[in-house]
Each structure stands twice: as structure tokens, then as C-alpha cells.
């Protein structure tokens, strides 16, 4: 049996589902998995398992999933690849998509096949009105940036930022739909940096990561000793970058090596035992207040946003107001 798992940032899920079953009548092997602001990756995990559990060994599973390269995508390519089950993953959710799975899951023996032939049916149910406007064609999908083959020479090191810094951002999901289909038009970079010693020991999230990056911008993952060896490096001189950190201790490890950020956008933190929700999707604890305090006493400015149309919040001011400070 094919069983069928919605997922969605926020709360998209559960209402497509809704919708479906007001036209399709409901369908008991259509499950749902929501991605709430608050959450981190360990429970959207969760989420995903405690659905799974309930399958039959022999079930295969189709994901259906509103972004590629956000967080409910790239856990559920991760189960795919470390599950037991036969499964297969659409993006781009829509109604048309959802109401020709239930219709089609029990004819189409392939699933496989059943994902290509639900992603045309997803394109198919989006149309315009009016259908035909004269001399207008849809927008252009961007091509990817073609970077020439780096010279290679010496190392020369100047003790000072040589990168074009656009954005440093400490996010617990690092890359993910928020921050490619957001943040990347909003900063104009054309390279990302997830710095992480951890992720760069894990080869299935460094290749979800490269798998999240926008057609237009190219992702790497580097340890932070390497961030520390480039930063003044003459042949990076100009390069426009992202820089996504995990954890404010990784930052302060960059700033404790005497590079400076101007700014750092707190965009989200997980909530674990032990820490206080200062936004809905920034978690702190005592060692966090103190490395952010240390690091604003160094000079570093932190402002707190998801979104690059959210408002700023200052840091300080939010610890104040949960008398963290």
C-alpha cells in the first residue's frame, strides 16, 4: 500500500488535507506532518517517525512536501535514504497534486512513476486568468552562475576581512526554504558558507545542504578552523557571501580568533530543557546570554529576525525582557 505523508511549514499541511477531503472524500492513508516556528529538526523528525510507525513494513511512502530544500524536505530525504521503506518525494504542494494522489494511489503500482507523473499534474493546476495576455511570458527561472576555475596561487594574508560579508546568521536549521528563497534576494550573495565542525563530518546533511542552495548561489560546507585560515585570504578577495552558524558558540569562536562581524542576524534557535523563548523561533540559555553578552562586549551589533521583512529586535532588549540580563 501506498501511504501518503503531507508535510508543510506551519500549518499548510493539515488545511490542504482538509480541503482535499471536501472534494475527495476522506482517505485514511493520508497523514500530515506540520513544521511549527518554534520546533527544531529533532522534533520534526519525531513527527515524521511517530507517522511512520504506524506503516506496515511492506507500505511504501510518498512525501509530499511544499518546498525544496526547507526543513520538512530535507528530514524526509534523510528518512529516504536511512529508511526501510520504498519511498519517493514531490515538492511544490498543491491541491491538484494532493486530490490526484488519493485518486490515483491505489491504479499506479510504481511509485516512482507516481511522482513524476503527480509533478505534472502540479504544474498543470497552475493557470491564470485571464489564460493568454499578449508579448508576456512567465518569469525566467534563473541559470545557475557559472564560476571560472579559481587561479591558483600562494596564499596571501592580510589580517583583515578580504570576503564580501552580506549576511551572518545563526539559524538552528542553518540552510533551509526561509533562508534560500528569503534571505539570498535579500543579501545578493553569490556564495554560501555553512560553518560547522559538525556538519562538516556528516556527508548526508553536507549534501542536503547543497541540495537547499538556489539555482543562482553555490554552498559549501566548512569547518570553522577554515573560516578562521580564509577570512583574510587575497583570493577571496570581493566574493559575496552568506554565512550560516548553528550555534552562537560557534560564533564566538570566529570572534574569540579576532574577526569581528559587524552584524549578526539571530534568526532562529531551538527550544530544548533548560531555555527560555525569547521570540517565537529564538530559544536561549544562560551560556548563550553569556556568549552573545561577550560578543556584544567585543563590538559585535545582534539583531533578531526570521524574515527579511520582519522587523529588527534587539537582543539585549528582548534578555530584558525575560530578565535575562
Do not use: C
Request: glycine letters at 6%; hydrophobic letters at 45%.
Amino acid at each position: 500500500m501506498v501511504q501518503i505523508i503531507i508535510a508543510s511549514h506551519g500549518g499548510m499541511a493539515a488545511g490542504i488535507k482538509q480541503s482535499s477531503e471536501m472534494i475527495f472524500g476522506v482517505q485514511p492513508n493520508i497523514n500530515t506532518v506540520t513544521f511549527l516556528p518554534a520546533e527544531g529538526l529533532e522534533d520534526l523528525t519525531a513527527k515524521y517517525n511517530q507517522v511512520i510507525n504506524t506503516f506496515a513494513a511492506t507500505d511504501e511512502i510518498l512525501f509530499l512536501i511544499d518546498l525544496w530544500g526547507g526543513s520538512p524536505f530535507n528530514v524526509a530525504s534523510s528518512i529516504q535514504a536511512t529508511g526501510s521503506h520504498k519511498s519517493a518525494i514531490v515538492t511544490g504542494l498543491n491541491l491538484p497534486m494532493v486530490i490526484e494522489a488519493a485518486g490515483v494511489q491505489t491504479t499506479m503500482t510504481d511509485i516512482e512513476e507516481m511522482a513524476h507523473y503527480l509533478v505534472g499534474i502540479a504544474k498543470e493546476g497552475i493557470r491564470s486568468l485571464p489564460e493568454v495576455v499578449s508579448n508576456v511570458e512567465p518569469a525566467d527561472v534563473p541559470q545557475a552562475i557559472v564560476h571560472a576555475a579559481p587561479v591558483q596561487r600562494a596564499a596571501t594574508h592580510t589580517g583583515h576581512m578580504e570576503l564580501d560579508v552580506r549576511l551572518v546568521r545563526i539559524d538552528s536549521r542553518l540552510l533551509h526554504g526561509q533562508v534560500a528563497t528569503g534571505w539570498t534576494k535579500s543579501a545578493g550573495q553569490e556564495r554560501i558558507f555553512v560553518v560547522s565542525d559538525t556538519v562538516a563530518q556528516d556527508e548526508m546533511r553536507k549534501t542536503l545542504i547543497t541540495q537547499a542552495a538556489p539555482a543562482n548561489v553555490t554552498a559549501s560546507v566548512i569547518p570553522i578552523a577554515k573560516l578562521i585560515d580564509i577570512y583574510d585570504d587575497t583570493r577571496f578577495h570581493g566574493v559575496k557571501v552568506m554565512m550560516l552558524f548553528e550555534t552562537p558558540q560557534d560564533v564566538k569562536r570566529v570572534t574569540d580568533a579576532g574577526i569581528i562581524f559587524t552584524s549578526v542576524n539571530v534568526g532562529s534557535m531551538t527550544y530544548t530543557d533548560g531555555k527560555t523563548m525569547i521570540t517565537n523561533a529564538v530559544a536561549v540559555d544562560a551560556d548563550d546570554v553569556a556568549d552573545f553578552n561577550s560578543m556584544m562586549a567585543a563590538g559585535v551589533r545582534f539583531e533578531v529576525r526570521q524574515t527579511p521583512r520582519d522587523s529588527e529586535q534587539d537582543l539585549t532588549t528582548l534578555f530584558k525582557k525575560k530578565k535575562l540580563v
